[in-house]
């Protein structure tokens, strides 16, 4: 007897250090060779770790979908980390460094806009696991990072004629499509619960009779209407596309002339009359309006095509090796 207890204690001792040097492994393991550096999971875990909360909330009760997702989110992760190293790999053989004046220089810029003085960035460092030496190389590789990026993808290299922005423009017509919008003037009269509201429909008909008969609908919002907008004549005091309004009121926002006020309306929790104080029909932007718009998403897609032809470039030129 004393013989199986010992052989089962024995045997659950090794599947606990089995799976603590498995965890081990895993955790230090190396995911990709890049030249001469590698990229462990450590790594690709840090900087997955901004994207854990917004994955939890988002995926809360599915975990086989939150694990996918996040699987997706540690590749996405590893392969900017290679590039990452890359770009770092091609700046040091230009032989070019960095000199410590300037690493020394964004430091205290981190400390002044982030952390305010040295003890809370020491204090940081130390929550993270990181030591005061691997922080100044990471600094000293984001300035490597910022250079290459400029020498590179500068929006100085990338020229977008005008003929490219008009075509973009006649291809993408419906971007620039505007919806049909009104400003509007309200006036609120709320139903009470449990009461028929025969004085309130009543006193809907008689202030629109008064409109009708010439008096300023301003005025008559002022005296009666119950909601916020009434000390300003029930103006909204912004342009409203048609479809956004509640659709009680979207056919008299379409139907209404300019200055026009409709009958009263009633719905299940008040009696309204509106008037269209300002109304812009359904339209295309002019290419004149939106062509800094236009030039501006053709450089960012020049860009994101400029980077994805470097990199390929970096690749080809490298060793990547995954694990």
Not at 282 to 295: F, K, M, N, Q, Y
């Amino acid at each position: 007897m004393r013989t199986i207890c010992l052989a089962l204690l024995g045997l659950c001792l090794a599947s606990h250090l089995l799976v603590a040097q498995t965890a081990t492994n895993i955790a230090g393991g190396v995911m990709a060779r890049v030249n001469e550096a590698v990229i462990t999971f450590l790594q690709v875990e840090d900087a997955t770790r901004d994207a854990l909360t917004p994955l939890r909330s988002r995926y809360r009760g599915e975990p086989e979908e939150f694990y996918k997702k996040l699987g997706e989110v540690r590749k996405e992760r590893l392969e900017q980390l290679i590039d990452r190293r890359l770009i770092i790999d091609d700046f040091k053989t230009g032989g070019i460094s960095v000199p410590d004046r300037y690493v020394e220089d964004q430091i205290r810029k981190d400390i002044r806009d982030t952390f305010g003085d040295r003890v809370a960035l020491t204090r940081a460092l130390k929550e993270r696991g990181e030591t005061f030496e691997a922080y100044r190389e990471r600094t000293r590789e984001k300035i490597i990072l910022d250079i290459m990026r400029f020498r590179h993808l500068s929006n100085e290299k990338i020229v977008i004629s005008p003929k490219r922005i008009e075509s973009f423009y006649d291809t993408n017509r419906t971007v620039f499509a505007v919806n049909p919008s009104v400003r509007l003037r309200i006036i609120t009269l709320g139903k009470t619960a449990g009461d028929d509201n025969a004085s309130k429909r009543k006193l809907a008909e008689e202030i629109a009779q008064k409109i009708k008969g010439g008096s300023p609908f301003e005025d008559m919002a002022k005296t009666y209407s119950e909601d916020a907008q009434a000390r300003d004549g029930g103006d909204r005091k912004e342009m409203l596309e048609v479809s956004t309004l509640r659709e009680d009121f979207r056919p008299h926002a379409m139907k209404l002339a300019l200055k026009e006020t409709s009958p009263v309306i009633e719905t299940d929790d008040g009696f309204y009359l509106l008037r269209v104080e300002e109304r812009k029909e359904a339209h295309t932007r002019p290419l004149a309006d939106v062509r800094d718009e236009i030039e501006q998403t053709l450089v960012l897609q020049e860009r994101s095509r400029m980077e994805r032809r470097w990199i390929e470039r970096l690749r080809k030129k490298g060793f990547v090796n995954y694990f």
